[in-house]
C-alpha cells in the first residue's frame, strides 16, 4: 500500500508538472544585413514542427535567405523534458556566428545557456553556478565590437574588430546575486572554459546575502547596455549584501602587443576592466506583480527603472542621490505600450 502511495504520489508530481509546464511556443525573428530571416522556435517537438519525442521540449532554428534557400534543424543537445524560458537570438555579421540564449528550466536548478552557430556547427555552453543548486533568472545578452591592435611576426602594427558578447542573469543560490559572462566571437568558444563573474565581487561589494523584505522588482533584473562605439559596455545591478544598485562600465584592454604565451597582455585580453560609475541605493521598486523590470541608463550613469502592469507603464528614476517617486503613463488606444516605452527611454538617455 505504502508502494502504492508513492507511485501515487509521483505520478500526481508528473501530472502537476505537466499541467504547470507553458505550453505556448515561443518564437523569435532576425533580419541580417544580407535579407536573411532567422526564426527561432521553442515548444515540444510536436508543437514546433520538428522531429523528436513529443515529451521533449526542444530550440528549433530556421532561415531563409533572399534567393528562397532555407536551413533549419534542432539545436543540439536541446531535447529535454525541461522547457526552455527567456529565448533570444543575435547575430554577429563579422564573424557569421548565431547565438542564442535561454534558461533551462528544472526543478532541481535552472541553468542559463548560451549556443553559438558558425558555419555548420553549433557550440553549446552551459554558464555554470557557482555553487549550491541555483535558480537563475532573467538573463540577457549584449553584442559589442571592438578595435584592438596588434603586432605581427614582423613587428608590424596590425588592426582588426573583436566581437564581444556579454551575458548577465540573476542567481539565487548560496549567495544571490548579478552574474557576468563575456565570449570573443572572433576566437575559437572553448564549451568548457566559460569564464563567469560575480558582479558584486568586481565591484568589492560581496558578502552574506539576503533577500527578505525586498521586492523582487529591485534586485533580480540586472540589465546591459552598450556605453558607445569604442565596445564598452555598461551593466546596471543591485548588491543585496549591502542594498545598493550599481552602474559599472565594462571594457576590455584594446592593445594586445604580439600574439603568444609569453605576452602577459595577450593572454590577459579577456580578463574585463570594470570601473563603477555610478552607486546608490537599492532602486525603490514597489512590492506588485510584474513580469519584466528593464532599465535605461543616460548620459550621466543614472538609471531608470520601467515596468508594466498592463494598465500602465510605470517607471523610477536614479538622480543622484534618491529614487524618484513612481510616475505613470496609462495606455490606451492613443498610448501603446511600445509608445510609452519610446518615451521613457528618451527621457532616461537625455538624463
Not at 505556448?24 to 521553442?42: I, P
Not at 555554470?128 to 540577457?140: I, K, M, T, V, Y
Not at 575559437?188 to 558582479?199: C, G
Amino acid at each position: 500500500m505504502r508502494r502504492l502511495r508513492r507511485i501515487g504520489f509521483a505520478f500526481a508530481l508528473l501530472v502537476g508538472a505537466a499541467i504547470a509546464a507553458p505550453a505556448e511556443v515561443q518564437k523569435r525573428t532576425l533580419l541580417s544585413s544580407d535579407g536573411t530571416l532567422y526564426t527561432l522556435a521553442t515548444g515540444l517537438a510536436s508543437e514546433v514542427g520538428v522531429a523528436g519525442s513529443p515529451q521533449d521540449f526542444v530550440i528549433a532554428w530556421s532561415s531563409v535567405a533572399q534567393d528562397g534557400k532555407k536551413a533549419g534543424g534542432t539545436i543540439p543537445g536541446t531535447a529535454s523534458a525541461n522547457p526552455k524560458t527567456s529565448l533570444d537570438l543575435t547575430l554577429d555579421e563579422p564573424t557569421g556566428t548565431l547565438v542564442v540564449l535561454w534558461r533551462e528550466e528544472s526543478s532541481v536548478l535552472n541553468a542559463i545557456r548560451v549556443a553559438f552557430k558558425k558555419e555548420s556547427a553549433w557550440t553549446v555552453v552551459n554558464l555554470l553556478p557557482r555553487n549550491g543548486f541555483p535558480h537563475a533568472f532573467n538573463p540577457q545578452m549584449l553584442l559589442t565590437h571592438q578595435t584592438v591592435h596588434l603586432l605581427d611576426n614582423n613587428g608590424d602594427d596590425v588592426y582588426r574588430n573583436r566581437s564581444i558578447l556579454s551575458v548577465v542573469w540573476w542567481e539565487e543560490a548560496g549567495a544571490s546575486q548579478a552574474r557576468y559572462a563575456s565570449f570573443f566571437l572572433d576566437e575559437a568558444i572553448d564549451a568548457t572554459q566559460a569564464a563567469v563573474y560575480d558582479l558584486p565581487d568586481l565591484v568589492d561589494d560581496a558578502g552574506p546575502t539576503s533577500l527578505a523584505g525586498l521586492p523582487r522588482g529591485a534586485y533580480a533584473f540586472p540589465a546591459l547596455q552598450s556605453a558607445g562605439p569604442g565596445g564598452d559596455v555598461l551593466a546596471s545591478f543591485a548588491t543585496v549584501s549591502s542594498n545598493k544598485q550599481y552602474v559599472v562600465r565594462i571594457s576590455y584592454s584594446a592593445d594586445l602587443g604580439k600574439p603568444g604565451k609569453d605576452n602577459n597582455t595577450w593572454l590577459r585580453r579577456r580578463i574585463p576592466v570594470v570601473g563603477i560609475a555610478s552607486v546608490g541605493p537599492i532602486s525603490a521598486v514597489p512590492s506588485m506583480d510584474m513580469a519584466s523590470v528593464h532599465t535605461v541608463i543616460g548620459s550621466s550613469y543614472r538609471p531608470t527603472l520601467h515596468w508594466s502592469d498592463g494598465a500602465a507603464l510605470h517607471y523610477i528614476r536614479f538622480d543622484g542621490a534618491a529614487w524618484s517617486e513612481v510616475r505613470s503613463i496609462a495606455l490606451s488606444e492613443d498610448m501603446s505600450y511600445d509608445r510609452a516605452v519610446e518615451l521613457v527611454q528618451e527621457m532616461a538617455l537625455r538624463n
